[in-house]
């Protein structure tokens, strides 16, 4: 009985929604599928596998969510009142037609009319996608990860009236991450795959032409660089011989798999493009280095009109030739490897160039493949605060001709919220224009659960830092933790993150729920990560590795239980170079031996006597003993030499006793520092007449790519002398095995010790 009576319409609409919710089978608008506890429709599909499995999807979780079986059908069943119809077959004709009529493969329509749900797609895996679709947005069941689901409890299950056709922003959608290798939630999610691919996947010129299979015979095939043909660098293309051998050769492979429509060309990972006259005019006419490239590809469409040739627009070659257009069959890959991430491109006047290029691209074709990066990929486990710029970046793409988006994130490994990320960039790439708050906190709440809170605190300040400093903070994907220690990573917020994490991770203990506390875990090792490596790269009173002449049992503490977290939840691998935690560890603990054992040069006079580059400035005689070793990357606390030998020269101000020097060099070949092909110590009571006491000869012919802090301790009998000089020489140029033949070389080196 009422109370008072009803005042106005909005009143009487109130009541009527609240009584439609309490007794569902009142609503005649809704569609039921279960009502106390009974099924209230039936399912009906076609003849076809395909419908049957989609059908299996829909009647599952139903029954998860209530209890209740639904029946499948071949023929619309009178024993139910509702009826789910799956499948183009059952639309009714003017819904068919408006699908039919839309461009893109993916689409669906999720309808209803009268007792009748239509779920239907324009192929059959869009009648999937269509099936997922009303089971998040309108039954609120949520898909986070291969093995992760939401699945809300009801007894009684209806949809409300809808009538939507949904279409993808892309009709290719991948965002690179551990979910898209797995089936269910691929599926869920709609993300595409690379069945329609030949077996090459982007920098495919070492692959068509094997410089070990032609190169010696053929070194015209290959880069003249500063006068030479280089086995390791680009083809040349101006050279009409290359481009029948990639006509050849790729025939060949697409006799292997002629059902693939798209197929890789395109340049290695590396600049050394050809010089030669050839090429040189190329480049000239076309108004880029780009315009060879399109040449070639523009070739070998019109000896392949059915088949799709793909070639990069990256490093050298981002930019758009002119008087050269690219065939509608050339599909132009298009990268953004160089870009600042802490502020959208459209907006960010470090992007410019990127911008306009894209704009150029975009005015040449419509068949562009977006190629965005969006993880930190030296340190998967460094927070990454990108979340500001995923929407309008894809916005932005979308906008300028991209029909293909390939996310690149960290591939089958976990890195900073990659669970969150890939849910979020998988739905931005089917709708550009989704409310992202709103996806980001239904994920948080629903997967952290009691631990959200925290972990939504920590987020939120890392990017409300990042929009703080954007206009002169960027955030690089090849970045470390100590490039922001002045930002979002600053000694004082990585405690507070430490105390917010602990808070989750005291709620997921509370809990009972295993499950949760992995997740926790594993959210907090990039903070965990991050107060480390911040800590051991610089001088904070914060965070001291070493407290007095000892180590600090506190940071020791924090290493130890950063690597359990690691192992307890399987995130080991820490960068796409593969280190991995353990190895961290390792590195760490080195680094703590070395600054915190007895050093002579506390009280001595050093002086370099060649020349150190200014390029990376780290303070000179003073970086070799201010306790601070190198890290995994020249770039900070490693004093360099370009193309100079080292010779450093130690005053102890007075004769003592030694009997060990020790010192760090840097590998790291890629950027053309090599270790030093000889190293000698020597003696002196006056400075004048020396006397060597140990050195080593280390030409290396690792052409390992990976980075390594490489450790050279030189023991000898016991010496008594006032100068110790230390000389290390430098290969001077590149070898001729590397892409930098003929350039200087780099020796790095950090710390020296003597005792």
């Not at 239907?120 to 869009?126: D, T």
């Not at 760090?664 to 009571?685: R, Y």
Request: aromatic share 12%; net charge negative.
């Amino acid at each position: 009985m009422l109370r008072r009576p009803i005042r106005n319409f909005l009143e009487f609409l109130a009541l009527v929604l609240m009584i439609s919710a309490a007794f569902p089978g009142l609503s005649q608008s809704h569609v039921q599928f279960t009502s106390k506890g009974k099924a209230a429709a039936t399912i009906v599909i076609t003849r076809d596998e395909s419908s049957f499995l989609v059908a299996g999807e829909l009647q599952k979780y139903v029954e998860k969510m209530s209890g209740v079986t639904l029946p499948i059908s071949h023929v619309s069943a009178n024993t139910t009142k509702f009826v789910v119809w799956i499948g183009k077959t059952w639309l009714p004709a003017q819904k068919r037609e408006q699908l039919d009529a839309d461009s893109m493969a993916d689409a669906f329509i999720i309808y209803t009319h009268e007792n009748h749900l239509y779920l239907a797609g324009k192929n059959p895996a869009g009648d999937r996608y269509a099936v997922y679709t009303l089971l998040e947005e309108y039954l609120g069941c949520m898909k986070f990860n291969g093995e992760e689901e939401f699945i809300p409890v009801q007894k009684n299950i209806s949809v409300p009236p809808v009538d939507k056709l949904y279409s993808p922003a892309f009709p290719f959608r991948i965002p690179a991450f551990e979910g898209r290798w797995n089936e269910s939630f691929a599926q869920w999610h709609k993300i595409s795959n690379f069945s329609d691919w030949g077996r090459w996947w982007v920098h495919s010129f070492n692959r068509l032409v094997p410089p070990e299979e032609y190169f010696d015979e053929h070194p015209e095939y290959f880069a003249l660089v500063d006068g030479r043909r280089l086995k390791d660098g680009q083809l040349c293309l101006g050279n009409p011989a290359v481009i029948d051998l990639l006509k050849e050769n790729l025939a060949k492979e697409i006799a292997l798999n002629p059902s693939a429509t798209y197929w890789s060309v395109s340049q290695n990972d590396c600049y050394n493009y050809c010089e030669c006259d050839l090429c040189q005019k190329m480049y000239a006419d076309y108004g880029a280095y780009s315009g060879a490239y399109i040449h070639m590809a523009n070739e070998l469409a019109r000896a392949f009109p059915d088949k799709q040739i793909s070639t990069l627009a990256y490093q050298f070659t981002r930019e758009a030739p002119k008087n050269i257009r690219p065939l509608p069959n050339v599909n132009i890959m298009f990268c953004s490897i160089e870009c600042n991430r802490s502020m959208p491109l459209a907006e960010d006047p470090r992007s410019a160039g990127f911008v306009k290029d894209m704009k150029d691209w975009a005015a040449l074709s419509d068949n562009l493949f977006i190629w965005d990066y969006v993880v930190q990929f030296s340190n998967f486990l460094t927070p990454f605060p990108n979340f500001e710029v995923l929407q309008p970046n894809i916005q932005f793409f979308r906008d300028h001709h991209g029909k293909q988006m390939f996310q690149q994130g960290s591939g089958r490994n976990w890195s900073d919220m990659s669970d969150l990320k890939q849910y979020l960039i998988a739905k931005l790439l089917w709708d550009p224009d989704i409310n992202v708050d709103s996806v980001i906190n239904r994920f948080m709440t629903t997967y952290y659960l009691d631990a959200a809170p925290f972990i939504q605190t920590c987020f939120d300040t890392v990017h409300a830092c990042v929009q703080r400093d954007k206009a002169t903070q960027g955030l690089d994907i090849y970045g470390f933790p100590v490039y922001y220690k002045n930002s979002f990573l600053a000694p004082r917020l990585l405690l507070f993150y430490e105390g917010q994490m602990d808070k989750a991770e005291t709620a997921a203990r509370n809990s009972g729920n295993p499950q949760l506390l992995a997740k926790v875990q594993r959210a907090r090792l990039p903070y965990d990560f991050a107060l480390i490596d911040i800590a051991i790269n610089t001088h904070t009173d914060l965070l001291p590795w070493i407290v007095g002449e000892k180590v600090n049992p506190v940071m020791l503490d924090r290493l130890e239980k950063f690597i359990a977290r690691s192992r307890n939840t399987g995130t080991e691998v820490i960068s796409e170079r593969n280190r991995r935690t353990d190895d961290y560890r390792e590195f760490v603990l080195k680094r703590l031996e070395r600054i915190s054992a007895p050093n002579k040069l506390d009280q001595a006079i050093v002086t370099i006597q060649t020349l150190h580059s200014p390029k990376y400035p780290v303070g000179g005689e003073k970086a070799l003993n201010d306790r601070l070793l190198g890290g995994l990357h020249f770039q900070f606390n490693w004093l360099g030499f370009e193309g100079e030998d080292m010779v450093v020269m130690v005053d102890l101000r007075k004769s003592d006793t030694m009997t060990k020097v020790s010192m760090n060099f840097l590998k790291a070949v890629e950027s053309w520092v090599f270790l030093p092909v000889e190293i000698s110590i020597e003696v002196s009571d006056d400075g004048i007449k020396w006397k060597q006491v140990a050195s080593q000869s280390n030409i290396s012919t690792d052409q390992n790519y990976l980075e390594i802090s490489t450790p050279y301790n030189f023991k000898f009998d016991p010496v008594v002398a006032r100068f110790v000089r230390i000389t290390a020489l430098n290969m001077k140029t590149c070898p001729d095995w590397h892409r930098g033949f003929g350039k200087p070389s780099w020796i790095f080196v950090d710390e020296i010790i003597i005792n």
